[in-house]
């Protein structure tokens, strides 16, 4: 193996493990409700440092402010529209309303949790625009690597896209669901780049049809449960927001949440199913007894929500599971339609 192959792997998982990161990140953006903690993209408060004190966001007289400060007045958003030194009044003529939304609080725990966040994903933009500038040197090896690997850099600059989106639209659920579901995205395309450039992972050729078929089904039925999380999630914040004490949230929670309940019986049993085939007959069985242990410690969570009001720590520690279930069941598969000798070669 070559320096570019070895490098080109690392940048691969780095990249898988950042995207973790940032999914953890992003969680506990959620559970500590710090979405909108700044409330423009991709600056924060106008500023590439957000600010550390509500002092910093208020107008004052004779204070000096630059060109697109984003200030909180009257319960209201306003940028600055050129550098200025504030006179004895307020001039609205100065300032021009940010109109995107209506969410005019600050909350420096909030901000800096946000901005965190953020850093979290542009950390995440360099190794990816690492490994494609580094994807050119295998044109005439493989051009899948090429190939995916732009495929990579587009969905991160779609997420960020997605971002920007997600905060000018106050949180709306369908743009945080979407989110998700290109977070997923970045994940399989990494795996199945690792698929393509290894040489040396352990095959087995299994004939089993339904067995593979299981395991596609089980993949299917985990990215199901994750979307039913994040709508279980977004009903969550919107209780949260009324009058409901915490005990009584899982009351209040409609179909969806049942739903995503009662289909961890099914995950169960398919995945129960796929393992005792593998342990049988040695196909991948230590994948497979990985992937039932994290099953295992999903359910264990899933019986802390229902009994313990949902604790904050484990919303996060369940989501970045739900991410590595995902992970190591479409590794699997990829492992089971496409063996290591049949990879993808250069031609489309």
């Known amino acids: 193996m070559t320096w570019k192959d070895k490098w080109f792997r690392r940048l691969i998982v780095l990249n898988f493990m950042l995207v973790l990161v940032v999914i953890l990140a992003g969680s506990i953006v959620r559970v500590t409700e710090s979405g909108m903690g700044c409330p423009d993209w991709p600056k924060c408060f106008g500023a590439l440092i957000p600010p550390i004190s509500e002092d910093q966001v208020t107008w004052h007289e004779g204070d000096s402010y630059f060109k697109g400060q984003m200030i909180i007045h009257d319960q209201k958003l306003f940028t600055a529209k050129s550098a200025i030194v504030s006179s004895s009044q307020f001039d609205s003529s100065n300032w021009e309303e940010y109109t995107k939304h209506d969410y005019a609080v600050y909350n420096p725990l909030h901000t800096w949790v946000e901005f965190i966040n953020r850093l979290a994903t542009v950390a995440l933009g360099f190794p990816v625009m690492a490994m494609f500038f ?17 495929l990579v850099v587009f969905l991160v600059g779609f997420q960020a896209f997605l971002g920007k989106l997600v905060v000018d639209s106050n949180l709306q659920g369908q743009t945080i669901t979407i989110h998700m579901i290109g977070v997923f995205a970045i994940l399989a395309v990494l795996i199945l780049l690792y698929h393509i450039v290894s040489t040396n992972r ?57 739903l995503h309940r009662s289909l961890i019986w099914l995950v169960v049993l398919l995945n129960g199913y796929l393992v005792y085939n593998a342990i049988k007959h040695t196909w991948y069985s230590r994948q497979w007894m990985f992937i039932v242990g994290v099953i ?3 359910a264990f969570i899933g019986i802390l929500f229902s009994h313990f009001r949902f604790p904050v720590v484990a919303q996060p520690i369940h989501l970045v599971l739900s991410a590595v279930l995902f992970a190591l069941q479409f590794d699997m598969v990829i492992r089971l339609f496409t063996p290591v000798e049949n990879k993808l070669d250069k031609s489309f």
């Open 134 to 150: 580094l994807s050119f040197l295998f044109l005439r090896k493989n051009k899948w690597y090429l190939l995916l690997s732009f």
């Open 202 to 258: 352990v095959s087995f050729h299994v004939e089993n049809n339904t067995f593979k078929r299981i395991a596609l089904l089980a993949l299917l039925l985990t990215f199901v449960m994750v979307i039913l999380g994040t709508q279980v999630r977004e009903q969550i914040d919107e209780i949260a927001k009324s009058d409901i004490v915490r005990g009584d949230w899982i009351e209040n929670l409609g179909s969806v949440f049942t």
């Open 296 to 298: 295992l410690v999903q």
